[in-house]
């Protein structure tokens, strides 16, 4: 059966920046990604480059920023006053936090630098900017149950916390 809508993959992955430097490996985690093809579970640029793949086959795809997770924006950054922490949680750079948006959705991000009173945080996601390389090898590729088909996150991925589902 071949990549397509309303079918279940599993792939693994190792995500890698231009360089060749490993930022992360479904095979090293043993955690292969699975999704509902067509649903944004994954980068666009991913669900176009599998589609009508099989089991077995293998691909390389190289993605812009603007493919991936768009442009480093310094508006990404802001500083938040450390009351808005728990008072008996001890902040250091590179913690990462959610906090809820207007819209109810959770919005990670990360603490670049605590300097008395004030936290600075960005908002950024943490390989935006960057130039990535995506090997993927797909494992499976099935047709999605009706419970598939109308959960709406069916990612049962280790690396949702990376973005890469």
């Known amino acids: 059966m071949k990549v397509a809508e309303r079918t279940v ?27 509902v093809y067509g649903r944004g579970e994954i980068l666009e ?10 089991p077995g086959d293998r691909i390389t795809v190289t993605l812009s920023p603007e493919e ?21 949680l001890e902040l250091e750079e590179g913690m990462m936090f959610t ?3 207007e819209d109810g959705r959770q919005v990670p991000f ?12 960005d908002f950024n996601h943490p390989l935006a900017g960057e130039t990535l ?11 999605a149950t009706l419970e598939e088909l109308t959960n709406k996150n069916s990612c049962s991925s280790g690396s949702c916390d990376k973005g890469c589902c």
């Open 45 to 54: 640029a991913l669900e176009k480059a599998i589609i009508d793949k099989e």
């Open 110 to 121: 990360t603490i670049i630098n605590v300097s008395g009173n004030d936290v600075v945080v």
């Open 133 to 143: 390389v995506f090997d993927l090898y797909i494992r499976d590729v099935r047709l």
């Open 99 to 101: 906090m809820d948006s």
């Open 9 to 35: 993959v599993t792939m693994d992955y190792e995500l890698r920046y231009p360089d060749g430097e490993l930022i992360e490996s479904s095979i090293e985690s043993g955690q292969s990604l699975q999704f």
């Open 68 to 88: 991936a997770y768009g442009p480093w924006e310094e508006e990404g950054q802001c500083v938040i006053p450390r009351q808005q922490f728990p008072q008996d």
